[in-house]
């Protein structure tokens, strides 16, 4: 058996607990892609109370995971010695892969048709009028957060002492991936790819602050785009009878 008293036996602890977290994320992913097809919420899926309470309890467990794993901040990517910069950074950085994604997007759409993407998740957390622009904005936060610090400092660097780092990037984008399966073909495609470089943004900058606010930029953009282009969304069919 494992010995909790030492370091050694605490990140196997925690290993083990971020793999069953991962599956567990994932299997609620595939019960969720099969209940939207037969479903359309009329409430917003990011202002649900009880979906918020959840998604900030991951984000502490993910915390914890990351205190239990004994391993330092430094390592964790937890520490941003210039934080302006690093948000600076990841904003610039957020804006310029959006607006590469819109134009993959659509042009993939033409190219191959409206069967590759299915819009359902955004249009399941678009604002229904303005004034929920800074709930949904502030709900976005945990989300983000929580798949950031599992793909990243859990992820990535709890596992690189014992897998390959390309292993780990190409593994985690593939998981990362089938985690929007709700959103069709594409946006498992585009979402994977997503992850490697958010994957090699850490890396590159020894922080999660970067990617986490790369992330959260390219989401709330996203629903800018679709907020102002309902009629596009509007033209498919997301549900069936």
């Given amino acids: 058996m494992t010995n909790l008293n030492t370091p050694g036996g605490w990140l196997i602890f925690t290993r083990l607990a971020i793999l069953l977290l991962t599956?567990?994320?994932?299997?609620?992913?595939?019960?969720?892609?099969?209940?939207?097809?037969?479903?359309?919420?009329?409430?917003?899926?990011?202002?649900?109370?009880?979906?918020?309470?959840?998604?900030?309890?991951?984000?502490?467990?993910?915390?914890?995971?990351?205190?239990?794993?004994?391993l330092s901040a430094q390592t964790l990517g937890l520490v941003s010695p210039n934080w302006l910069k690093s948000i600076g950074l990841g904003l610039t950085?957020?804006?310029?892969?959006?607006?590469?994604?819109?134009?993959?997007?659509?042009?993939?759409?033409?190219?191959?048709?409206?069967?590759?993407?299915?819009?359902?998740?955004?249009?399941?957390?678009?604002?229904?009028?303005?004034?929920?622009?800074?709930?949904?904005?502030?709900?976005?936060l945990p989300a983000v957060a929580m798949e950031e610090l599992l793909f990243r400092s859990l992820w990535l660097a709890g596992f690189r002492a014992i897998i390959p780092l390309p292993l780990l990037i190409i593994g985690t984008s593939l998981v990362f991936g089938f985690m929007h399966l709700p959103q069709g073909a594409l946006g498992i495609i585009l979402t994977g790819s997503i992850n490697i470089f958010f994957c090699l943004l850490f890396i590159w900058s020894g922080e999660l602050l970067v990617p986490l606010v790369a992330h959260y930029t390219i989401n709330l953009l996203q629903l800018i785009v679709a907020y102002f282009n309902k009629s596009w969304l509007d033209e498919y069919q997301l549900f069936s009878d």
């Fill in 23 to 70: 599956i567990f994320l994932g299997w609620i992913t595939y019960q969720s892609n099969q209940l939207l097809k037969r479903y359309k919420p009329d409430f917003n899926l990011l202002l649900s109370p009880p979906e918020f309470i959840v998604r900030l309890l991951l984000v502490g467990f993910c915390l914890f995971l990351a205190w239990s794993s004994g």
């Fill in 93 to 140: 950085l957020g804006l310029a892969t959006q607006i590469i994604i819109y134009l993959l997007t659509r042009w993939a759409i033409a190219r191959f048709g409206r069967e590759i993407y299915s819009p359902v998740v955004v249009q399941s957390i678009l604002p229904k009028q303005p004034n929920e622009w800074i709930l949904v904005s502030l709900a976005l």
